[in-house]
Every structure is written in C-alpha cells, then in structure tokens.
C-alpha cells in the first residue's frame, strides 16, 4: 500500500465516524451550541466539509488570495443535504491525494495560508485528518451537553 493509499484511509475512516455523529443529531438541535463564541452543531458539520475545497487549494499550491466558497450565502437544510452537497468537493480532494507519489510526499513543500508556515505535503495531510477528529470530538461534546446518545463509533 503506498503512503497518499494509507492517507487516504485514514481519511475515509475519520470521515465514516463523522458521519455517523453527525447523523446522531436531531434536526431539532441543529443551531444549539455551548457558547456564543462558539459554532452551531450544523456550522461544524459545514466547517468540516467545506474544509475539503480548501484543502484540495492548498495542497495544490492554488492561490487562496481571493478564495471564494462554494457554499457562501448556502442555506443550511439538513445534514444529509450538506453532505450530498459536500460529496464532489471530497472526491476531488481524494482524487488529489491518490495521486501524490512517495517521493512528492515526503519533498513537497506546502504553505499553509493561515499562518505561512511550510510543511511537508504527506505531514500535512495528517494534519487535515486530525483537523477533523478535533471536531468530531468536540461534536461528541455537543451530544453529551444535548443530552442525546452518541452514536458508537469505536467499531
């Protein structure tokens, strides 16, 4: 199995156990959040899969200087919408990742806009896959604050 086929695995599998939490919410709590600093539970779920657009940019050397979302001015409907949605942009993600060779993984710098930071392309596509499980840990947090059972995901 080569290193971008390992990554994205790993992808897949985080991805899985999202979407099983984020099919555990009720249409009802859609807009609960713990704080008013904080994102709603359907602002999460958004934030996670239109991560994917930008990160498919980004680690295409794109320029994200007038990035421009595909979802702005989007209504929020359901979770089954924003992934139906969400899908091509994930694929082309994926597609992107499959094919980054071994060698363009482990030499390719990428230039993370947020910060300027470099960071080595397979490193950084750890990085997006632990971006998620961040936020599918504070969605678990948002459940048990619901008071509504958390979906098992440690299969």
């Given amino acids: 199995m080569t290193q971008s086929e ?11 156990k999202s979407i099983k939490l984020w099919e555990g ?16 539970a359907i602002e999460m779920i958004r934030h996670v899969l239109e991560a994917d657009y930008g990160w498919n940019i980004i680690i295409n050397n794109g320029n994200m200087t ?4 595909p979802w702005e001015n989007r209504p929020f409907i359901s979770v089954a919408d924003e992934l139906e949605f969400a899908e091509p942009y994930r694929n082309t993600f994926l597609e992107s990742v499959r094919q980054f060779s071994d060698r363009a993984l482990s030499e390719t710098e990428i230039v993370h806009p947020g910060n300027g930071e470099k960071k080595i392309l397979g490193k950084y596509l ?4 632990y ?4 936020h599918a840990g504070q969605f678990l947090s948002y459940l048990r604050a619901m008071k509504i059972d958390r979906p098992e995901i440690w299969d």
């Fill in 131 to 134: 971006h998620e499980s961040v």
């Fill in 126 to 129: 750890l990085r997006i896959g």
């Fill in 25 to 40: 919410l009720p249409k009802s709590y859609y807009n609960w959040k713990p704080d008013e600093k904080a994102m709603t």
């Fill in 66 to 69: 007038n990035y421009k979302t």
């Fill in 6 to 16: 390992l990554i994205i695995l790993n992808f897949t599998e985080i991805r899985r």
